[in-house]
Nanobody
């Protein structure tokens, strides 16, 4: 059974940092595109960042550029999201996602992803 488990969320003050991790189990996701999305209360799920199957290319939503960094460690079957300069508007549940497309293209929409974690809450206080 494929599982994606996020960790690292929590409460942080504005300007602070958090590092989210997404550990995959049940199969390897090396050579598969991975992404992070978030959903705030009353809002739709939105794209945050994605990383290509090789790790050589990364993509970010405009609102997180230069603040967030996505990376992957295929030896650990884990994807990370390093978040710095956090703002109250970054408050949301953050979800890890994986595309079931080996060597496939990276997606920017939720429908492009096949596996999802349960999410981890990030709360940024002002």
């Amino acid at each position: 059974q494929v599982q994606l488990v996020e960790s690292g969320g929590g409460l942080v003050q504005a300007g602070g940092s958090l590092r989210l991790a997404c550990a995959a189990s049940g199969r390897t996701f090396s050579n598969y595109p991975m992404g992070w999305f978030r959903q705030a209360p009353g809002k739709e799920r939105e794209f945050v960042a994605a990383i290509s199957w090789s790790g050589g290319s990364t993509y970010y939503a405009d609102f997180v550029k230069a603040r967030f960094t996505i990376s992957r460690d295929d030896a650990k079957n884990t994807v990370y999201l390093q978040m710095t300069g956090l703002k109250p508007e970054d408050t949301a549940v953050y979800y890890c996602a994986a595309r079931n497309s080996r060597f496939g293209s990276t997606g920017w929409t939720a429908v492009a992803y096949d596996y999802w974690g349960q999410g981890t809450q990030v709360t940024v206080s002002s």
